[in-house]
């Protein structure tokens, strides 16, 4: 073993075991205080290399501390951020819920929801409203109607995805009516 390695070892062993506990102290998890100490004692040996640090103590103490700030302030942001992500859920379940509560089955079939559809589908044009009915009322694919109509499947596909954003529109206070009879 040549001398830089016996003085690396002596400086390890003289003061793993201070800077893991050190580390462990404030970060209270003991894989990451292990890393904390082994990366402060590399970075030690590394300045000692380029300087002579006369007492080593203070300046080893400077770098757990450092390392320690950092993955403490890793922590602290992980933590934020899972928090906020548990408050948007939490959020969005509650929305569920009260959408859900909200849902009247005898308001999806009401004569306004109807009226609203009606009054949709007459200011479509003709082409688009026929494939519409076809599609959603008659129960045909687009392959059939298609064929019936004399257009591509493609046309057909595109004049339904277009009557729904229309409806989706027209019924944004009636969303479960929406999904329930056209989705």
Known sequence: MDSNNKKFTEIYNAYYKKAFYFAKSY???????EDIASESLIKLWEQLKLKDLDPIV?????????????????????????????????YDLSIRISSLEACDPDEIFSGEVEAIVSKTLQSLPAQSRRIF??????????????????????AVEYHITKTLKL?????????PAFIFLFI
């Open 58 to 90: 203070p300046f080893l103490i400077a770098i757990l501390k450092n390392k320690s700030l950092d993955y403490l302030k890793h922590e602290e942001v992980k933590r934020s951020t899972l928090s906020e992500m548990a408050s948007w859920r939490d």
């Open 133 to 154: 009915v076809m599609s959603r009322f008659q129960h045909k694919t687009n392959n059939e109607i298609a064929q019936t109509l004399g257009l591509s499947a493609k």
């Open 27 to 33: 970060v209270h998890d003991e894989g990451a205080a």
């Open 167 to 175: 409806l989706r529109v027209a019924l944004k206070d009636y969303l």
